[in-house]
């Protein structure tokens, strides 16, 4: 039985995919399986995953659904791994990623997960540098108050998670279609402490077939997450974190909808909002300005930049 179970859900991006499969092949610790769960690729990206006859990977085939938590979860459903270390298909990871993240583990047998730092990388692979550095290091312990408030964030090729503390959780939420990683990494912040290794050993690639490109349901996705973090988050100002940005995203989604022209949706959104922002003055003017908008002339609303900003 292996220590770690590779887990990589795929979906055509065959020249990412590989780069990402060689940079598990090439890691110094030796002791993983691979699971690659494919969403039913186009014949590129199958032929591809044929060719990898090596014992230690194994393929999960699968119909398409555009649904990456069902797409993990399946792939996960078959691991045998002590741990199982997320990599999507298109990032990459260093050569000692799993090895010192797996030490650090070791060093703190009271922490059932871990990340590291990362690196972001453009398509070719070229560094993208950071507009702003935290001279705050990166926390560990119990941080699930961190990550709700987003005053830090974790990326999906940077975690390791025992396969039991995985399952105890719940594993991915397959409703959750968008902030579906961020949701499970606050479920299991709840349930441990994390341990953190703060060198970036992990890349993560910015290109233009990010799934999460569709801005209006990325907001119903972290609309929907608010509404579940509300309902189990323990402390009350948390709990009222979570309502306020509830409130706050319903705007986002609003205004999402009404950038891509579908003004009735945005009303749409903001009206079925109601219910559960009308606490908030700020949300009302908020709403008044994404009704407004698209009627008033733009000279007007020139005007109202210029002495209400």
Known sequence: MPSVSIIIPAFNRTKFLRLAIESA????YADWEMIVADDGSDEETQQYLRSLADPKVRIVWLAHSGNPSLVRNAAAAV?????????????????????????????????????????????????????????????????????????????????????????????????QRFGEFHDLCLRLALQGEVVVVREPLSSVRTHDEHYSSDQIANQKGWLQLYQKMAGI????????????????????????????????AACAALAHAVSFSWPYPSWWWGALKRVIRPIVPDDLAALHRRFYK
């Open 233 to 264: 988050a323990e402390q009350p100002r948390l709990r009222a974190h979570c309502a306020r940005m509830r409130a706050e995203t319903s705007l986002k989604l609003a205004a999402a909808h009404a950038n891509s022209g579908d003004y009735r």
């Open 79 to 175: 691991a045998s791994g002590r741990y199982l270390a997320f990599l999507d298909s298109d990032d990459e990871w260093a050569p000692e990623k799993l090895e010192k993240q797996l030490a650090a583990l070791h060093d703190r047998p009271q922490s059932r997960w871990s990340y590291t730092a990362c690196r972001h990388v453009d398509e070719n692979g070229e560094l993208i540098p950071k507009k702003r550095l935290s001279a705050t290091p990166a926390p560990e312990g119990w941080i699930f108050e961190q990550l709700l408030t987003l005053k830090i964030g974790i990326a999906m090729p940077t975690v390791i998670a025992e396969r039991g503390l995985f399952g105890e959780v719940g594993g991915f939420d397959e409703r």
């Open 25 to 28: 092949f090439a890691q110094t």
